[in-house]
């Protein structure tokens, strides 16, 4: 991201202090402007994007809470109450909660929420894609959330009903089959999906935590609980496979194998 910006002309800045040598040298490369610490970066920047681990979002909102004198977008991925928590330090109170829909990279989609969304927007001038959401701080990352919830369910019911399928010797003829009501596209789809959750399945399960604990805020998360019970089982059914995840198949033999 911050290398388009570049190309299209945005000063970009950073503080690279308590970083490695290669992220200094990568910051230089890139022509980044690197700060003293991170309250420069945000009494000197517009638009302050903070982009960091999950455990310590809240802690660098306080530390720059009163040191931002432009829009500071909360980007981490984080439950909504994590958010909320984080952008109260915020002083000036332009504030966006902004969640990353799919791979990072500059044509991702971006759902933003919050008092300073649209000021936020307006990076798509430069390439971003930015989606405002109407609602407040914490709405852009509970759609995250249920988007989550829908996704990794999806995930976990096609896990084992072709896994069942394999096992029966019928996987072909059910993705068959599913492709006539779901559409062209479905089996390649569905196995890409099926591998995928096999080598993210650690990743999915840590998320799938988050999920079940939003939702329980709200509703009884039966669903939810049985897709975060399939990854764990996926993750045990896995260890000690350190083949490549190339097929559906070789993961489905080493689980009838065991």
Known sequence: ?????????????????GRSERTRKLARDLGVVDCADIREVSRES???????????????????????????????????????????NIRNGR?????????????????ASGTAADEFA???????????????????????????????????????????????????????ILEETEGDGFSERAISRV??????SGRRYEEMKDVESFLSENITPIMSRCTLRTFKRIIKQLEGFDAEFEDYTMVFDYIKDL
Not at 49 to 61: E, L, M
């Open 195 to 200: 591998i995928s959750s096999a080598f993210h």
């Open 122 to 176: 307006r990076l798509n001038d430069y390439g971003f894609n930015i989606k405002v959401v109407a609602g407040s701080v914490g709405d852009a990352s509970a759609l995250k959330m249920l988007r989550s919830s829908y996704t990794k369910g999806v995930s976990a019911i096609l896990w084992e009903t072709l896994l069942a399928a394999y096992n029966l010797g019928l996987d072909g003829p059910l993705l068959d």
């Open 1 to 17: 991201m911050a290398s388009k910006l570049l190309e299209e002309g945005v000063e970009v800045l950073t503080s690279t202090s």
């Open 95 to 111: 504030v966006v909660d902004a969640a990353i829909m799919g791979r990072i990279g500059l044509k991702v989609k971006i759902l």
């Open 46 to 88: 517009d638009i302050v994007i903070s982009a960091v681990t999950p455990g310590v979002a809240v802690k660098i909102a306080k530390e720059v809470g009163d040191h931002v004198r432009g829009v500071y977008v909360d980007i981490n991925n984080v439950a909504p109450a994590t958010v909320k928590r984080a952008l109260e």
